[in-house]
């Protein structure tokens, strides 16, 4: 057959139909000719008598399958024993309170909730434990599945550039499957240190973390428009139009927010790749220009990369085009970080929509400040799901998504959260910093729907054969929104074991209680039998 094969393939117009089929016909053959104990799955002909070599010393005896004569030896238990670790403060109360319990001084961490859990004797990572008591413990009031929510930036690959010049990460769709409406990227920007002039399909809306950037852009119109932002700041970049970024001489962190859930920044149409994908012939008539002038052209992409400083004066910067330069409602920047914050008992908030930002037509935001043991009302979003990310501090969120799924998450600075449209959520400040919250929307105008209103407003008879809950109930809610609600200091303090003293009383009981269930079990086990013995 080989022979066969030879005296074809010598004909070279026949030599692309014969070799696949000779190199079929080789293939089958030694498949044929292997023995049936050398199949890939060595181990599932191997039965009985069969111990060919790939047995050993790889794999173990046929002798170990099914029911083994030798008595259960474990060398280790299932159970961690009640000496080798505590309980945090609070987390033995009652489950169905979903006391927020922190395991900051815990050693080992267990997921017990009053009287839900057991222990947990590994593998396992403490310092996720330590970070999401509330995934780890979650309280009684958690059921089903709710759409995948937290990404932690801290788990972004980060794509860190040379000379220092600066590094970005990112969130999307291939983070957290359900985000689909909006994605993150965090940049920073060394002093004088670029972001390449770029332009991409989303729009893009960001806000400056830490430090002073410039930024540039000119749009369809020749319009132009150059400013500086600094942190607190937000500037706004239509679809399709081209701009760059420089930070001043302090540098710059800033969060982008795009409204495509599978935006990828290293997806973006860049400046240098355009030169390098067009025949320096076109360059040449398309600019003008001798074939020379594209000589010391970068032969790579640029990205993020170090500057030369920028003139300090804006102005020198400014470059009117025909259509002028962009000012008011066309303004591509908004100084947020000047806008007096609206004060509730709990915290503050500042919003930010195109009724006070036009140009940024979908792209509604609120910043908001809750302070320790405070929180961030029950609320959902009618029209928009909700993009957010920490700023500062440790929080945890409830998401109720129809129709019966509940899940309580931790957040701490550089998380980014996801809610969707409609399901009911809150933040609750479970640190003793300040929690800040970016909570982003895609929609005309900032815009919830405050369950402790809408409770207020509906005809209190309805309230009442709904939920059972007694006049005095209603008469302390609100008509008006509360945004960021005082917090129950003695429940939030209890879980930081700080004060509360009387409350951490009634929670250490409960906990001894708990703990000691079995010794009290045989106690009153004991107590029977010998009661029961004959006297
Ligand atoms: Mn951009
Ligand atoms: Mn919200």
């Known amino acids: 057959m080989i022979h066969l094969c030879i005296l074809i393939m010598t004909r070279t117009f026949m030599l692309r139909l014969c070799l696949p089929i000779f190199i079929l016909f080789s293939t089958l053959q030694r498949s044929y000719a292997l023995p049936h104990s050398s199949t890939p799955y060595g181990w599932a002909s191997a039965v009985g008598d069969d111990e060919s070599s790939v047995r050993t010393p790889l794999r173990g005896a046929s002798s170990l399958l099914g029911v083994v004569e030798n008595e259960v030896n474990s060398k280790s238990s299932g159970e961690v024993s009640q000496s080798a670790f505590e309980l945090g403060l609070g987390q033995g109360a009652n489950a169905d309170i979903g006391i927020p319990f922190t395991f900051k001084d815990v050693e080992n961490p267990q997921p017990i909730r009053g009287d839900l859990g057991s222990t947990d004797p590994g593998p396992r990572t403490y310092a996720y434990d330590r970070l999401n008591p509330n995934t780890f413990a979650p309280p009684g009031s958690d059921s089903g599945e709710v759409t995948q929510g937290k990404w932690p930036l801290g788990l972004s690959h980060n794509r860190i550039l040379p000379g220092h010049a600066g590094w970005s990460r990112q969130e999307n769709t291939d983070d957290l499957p359900g985000a689909t409406a909006m994605a993150g990227v965090d940049m920073?920007?060394?002093?004088?240190?670029?972001?390449?002039?770029?332009?991409?399909?989303?729009?893009?809306?960001?806000?400056?973390?830490?430090?002073?950037?410039?930024?540039?852009?000119?749009?369809?119109?020749?319009?132009?428009?150059?400013?500086?932002?600094?942190?607190?700041?937000?500037?706004?970049?239509?679809?399709?139009?081209?701009?760059?970024?420089?930070?001043?001489?302090?540098?710059?962190?800033?969060?982008?927010?795009?409204?495509?859930?599978?935006?990828?920044?290293?997806?973006?149409?860049?400046?240098?790749?355009?030169?390098?994908?067009?025949?320096?012939?076109?360059?040449?008539?398309?600019?003008?220009?001798?074939?020379?002038?594209?000589?010391?052209?970068?032969?790579?992409q640029l990205y993020i990369f170090n500057g030369t400083p920028a003139p300090k004066n804006l102005?020198?910067?400014?470059?009117?085009?025909?259509?002028?330069?962009?000012?008011?409602?066309?303004?591509?920047?908004?100084?947020?970080?000047?806008?007096?914050?609206?004060?509730?008992?709990?915290?503050?908030?500042?919003?930010?929509?195109?009724?006070?930002?036009?140009?940024?037509?979908?792209?509604?935001?609120?910043?908001?400040?809750?302070?320790?043991?405070?929180?961030?009302?029950?609320?959902?979003?009618?029209?928009?799901?909700?993009?957010?990310?920490?700023?500062?501090?440790?929080?945890?969120?409830?998401?109720?998504?129809?129709?019966?799924?509940?899940?309580?998450?931790?957040?701490?600075?550089?998380?980014?959260?996801?809610?969707?449209?409609?399901?009911?959520?809150?933040?609750?400040?479970?640190?003793?910093?300040?929690?800040?919250?970016?909570?982003?929307?895609?929609?005309?105008?900032?815009?919830?729907?405050?369950?402790?209103?809408?409770?207020?407003?509906?005809?209190?008879?309805?309230?009442?054969?709904?939920?059972?809950?007694?006049?005095?109930?209603?008469?302390?809610l609100s008509a008006n929104k509360q945004y960021v609600i005082q917090g129950n200091r003695n429940l939030t303090a209890l879980a930081d074991g700080i004060i509360g003293l009387v409350v951490e009383f009634v929670v250490a009981i409960d906990e001894a209680r708990v703990r000691f269930t079995d010794d009290a079990h045989f106690f009153f086990v004991f107590l029977f039998l010998f009661h029961c013995l004959p006297h």
């Open 315 to 476: 102005s020198e910067q400014i470059v009117p085009g025909p259509g002028g330069v962009a000012s008011g409602n066309s303004s591509y920047t908004y100084h947020l970080s000047k806008q007096e914050a609206y004060e509730t008992p709990g915290g503050s908030i500042k919003i930010i929509d195109p009724i006070s930002f036009p140009i940024a037509k979908m792209f509604s935001a609120a910043l908001v400040t809750i302070k320790p043991g405070a929180m961030r009302e029950i609320h959902w979003h009618g029209t928009s799901d909700e993009w957010g990310f920490f700023l500062a501090g440790n929080a945890r969120v409830s998401v109720y998504q129809a129709p019966t799924s509940g899940a309580t998450i931790d957040f701490s600075a550089g998380d980014i959260s996801y809610v969707k449209a409609t399901a009911t959520h809150y933040i609750e400040n479970t640190g003793d910093e300040d929690v800040v919250f970016l909570e982003m929307l895609q929609a005309t105008r900032f815009t919830d729907i405050s369950v402790g209103q809408w409770l207020k407003l509906t005809p209190k008879e309805i309230i009442k054969d709904t939920l059972h809950v007694p006049d005095s109930f209603l008469d302390n």
């Open 188 to 300: 920073k920007l060394a002093p004088w240190a670029y972001r390449e002039l770029h332009w991409h399909q989303a729009n893009e809306w960001s806000l400056v973390l830490n430090g002073s950037v410039r930024v540039q852009t000119m749009n369809e119109d020749g319009e132009t428009f150059t400013d500086d932002v600094t942190a607190g700041d937000v500037w706004y970049f239509p679809s399709g139009v081209p701009h760059s970024l420089q930070a001043l001489d302090e540098g710059a962190e800033f969060m982008l927010v795009f409204d495509q859930g599978d935006f990828s920044d290293g997806g973006t149409s860049l400046i240098t790749e355009m030169f390098l994908r067009n025949p320096k012939e076109v360059l040449s008539k398309n600019f003008q220009a001798p074939l020379s002038d594209f000589d010391e052209m970068p032969q790579d």
